[in-house]
């Protein structure tokens, strides 16, 4: 177990290396993020100014504390061009210096993942700061700490979930030359179904109890559902299991498909 942690820290530790070299990039890019933020606050004001009332238990301040939400849990958990690294790593070889190692590289992409979003969200701290000042009046924070666990506990899994998903869109670089595609439709899919959007909450009943059955609101929606206590009750252990239940698919998912197309990738003199 300590030669696990040695190995593995290394790997978090070099991977920090590496994503310090784009510090400014991450801080440009959280800044120019806010436009998009702006726009939607006022889009939004708009609407719920000419309806004259909430929507669904959501009004104006849940909405734009939400879409705050959104923008730190973005820089936290989401992943940038995994999908991407690990693909060029398939199509180039790269994954051959792995074969002769005892690397799981599941675990090892894991570890890069972990260190990119980790050191992404420190260098936007200011941004995120700045951004809930001049938004103050619009927070609503939990006062019960249970909230705090419960939505503690779903930001960690939504992160292994959007980690894994792009893991499994990347592995099918072993069949297919080119994946941009199904990235571009999975992202499609993801942007709209996982709350990033607009909340889920706005929808429908029926619609949000097909999509609770998916895995897209476990990526984004459901840890900001709860923290906001849209989420209540045994209704909260009910999404927590389904989120755990869709992480452990998706875990196997990844492993199935790596042990799968590295035999292929071997039988073609990979």
Aim: aromatic share 20%; glycine share 8%; charged share 10%.
């Amino acid at each position: 177990m300590g030669t696990f942690w040695r190995k593995y820290g290394k790997v978090f530790e070099v991977g920090l290396q590496n994503t310090f070299v784009y510090r400014w990039n991450f801080f440009l890019r959280a800044c120019f993020g806010l436009f998009p933020l702006v726009g939607t606050v006022f889009v939004w004001g708009a609407i719920f100014e000419t309806k004259g009332s909430g929507i669904n238990n959501f009004d104006y301040s849940s909405v734009v504390f939400y879409f705050l939400l959104v923008i730190a849990l973005d820089s936290l958990i989401t992943p940038t061009d995994d999908e991407w690294q690990v693909a060029a790593d398939i199509r180039e070889g790269m994954i051959n210096n792995f074969l002769v190692k005892p690397v799981n590289y599941l675990v090892y992409r894991f570890c890069l993942f972990a260190s990119n979003r980790l050191l992404y969200t420190i260098v936007t701290i200011p941004v995120l700061v700045g951004i809930f000042f001049f938004f103050r009046h619009y927070l609503q924070w939990p006062r019960r700490p249970e909230v705090w666990l419960c939505s503690g506990i779903s930001v960690v899994m939504a992160a292994l979930l959007q980690f894994l998903i792009s893991f499994c869109v990347a592995m099918l670089a072993f069949w297919m030359l080119e994946i941009s595609t199904i990235v571009l439709i999975l992202y499609s899919f993801e942007y709209f179904l996982s709350g990033h959007l607009f909340p889920l909450g706005l929808l429908p009943g029926w619609i949000q109890r097909l999509l609770a059955w998916s895995p897209f609101p476990y990526e984004l929606y459901f840890p900001i559902a709860i923290f906001q206590q849209k989420v209540i009750g045994p209704a909260v252990y009910q999404g927590l299991g389904l989120q755990a239940a869709w992480t452990s698919i998706m875990a196997v998912a990844a492993n199935v498909l790596w042990y799968r197309g590295l035999h292929k990738y071997q039988a073609v003199g990979g």
